[in-house]
Structures are given as structure tokens and as C-alpha cells.
């Protein structure tokens, strides 16, 4: 396979997943508005605000573990993308928006620290809601 159909092939395969994630965060969440789609300059795996969740593929793909062997790295790739899609799916359900006024006066350390404490937070609250 030449670099253009690798190139069309990872395109596709960013297009469905971000497809889906967004199909199953709206029936999950109840909320039609939610967006997903990707954005290789945010610094984390993923993040979202105000019901707009946003991938860095690329951060996401070098989590995974299984670089050999091409069908076990697509399935983690698969699982990983959805587990940082539930993750900020708990952001977008129970995290008070970055406008809050809370946030605005807050020192970066600060908001990282509490945004450690967050995750935990909505991680509960997500399990509880959605139990297995």
C-alpha cells in the first residue's frame, strides 16, 4: 500500500470513529448537540468543552502498546479512542464549563491540580450513570 492510500485509509478510519463516538455520546448523554471530531494540535489525548469533544490522534495512537501487530494495535487503537471518548463524555456530562467563573482567575497550577481532582470526580459519576 502506497503513503496516499495509507493517508486515505487513516483519514477514513478518523472520519468513522469520530462518527461514532458522536452517534453514541448523543444517545448516551440525551444531548443532540454534541460534536466530535479531531485536532492533532490540542496537547492531551483528547478534551472537551461546552459539549464539543476533540481527539489528538496522534497522542491517542502512541498510547497504544501493540505497534507489530497490525490488527492488535487497531483494536487497541479502537479501545483506546473510546475510552477517551467516555472520558471527556463524563467532561461534557458533570465538569463545570471552563467559562465558569471559578476557572477564570485560577493560576495554571492551580487548575491543573484541580483538574486532577475532576477527572476523578466525573470518572464516579460516569461509572455510576453508565454501570456495566
Not at 477514513?12 to 455520546?25: F, S, V
Not at 454534541?34 to 459539549?51: C, F, N, Q, Y
Request: proline letters at 4%; hydrophobic letters at 35%; aromatic letters at 6%.
Amino acid at each position: 500500500m502506497n503513503s496516499q492510500e495509507l493517508a486515505y485509509q487513516e483519514q477514513t478510519w478518523r472520519a468513522g470513529i469520530e462518527a461514532l463516538c458522536q452517534k453514541l455520546d448523543c444517545i448516551l448523554s440525551g444531548n443532540p448537540k454534541i460534536t466530535v471530531k479531531s485536532d492533532g494540535r490540542i496537547p492531551a489525548a483528547g478534551l472537551s468543552e461546552s459539549g464539543n469533544i476533540v481527539f489528538n490522534h496522534e497522542r491517542i495512537n502512541s498510547m497504544c502498546t501493540t505497534k507489530g501487530d497490525v490488527q492488535g494495535h487497531r483494536g487497541h487503537r479502537f479501545r483506546m479512542t473510546l475510552g477517551v471518548n467516555i472520558h471527556e463524555l463524563g467532561h461534557v456530562d458533570f465538569s463545570p464549563s471552563y467559562e465558569n467563573p471559578l476557572w477564570k482567575g485560577m493560576k495554571s497550577e492551580t487548575r491543573m491540580a484541580i483538574n486532577i481532582l475532576e477527572d476523578q470526580r466525573q470518572e464516579l459519576l460516569e461509572a455510576a450513570k453508565y454501570p456495566k
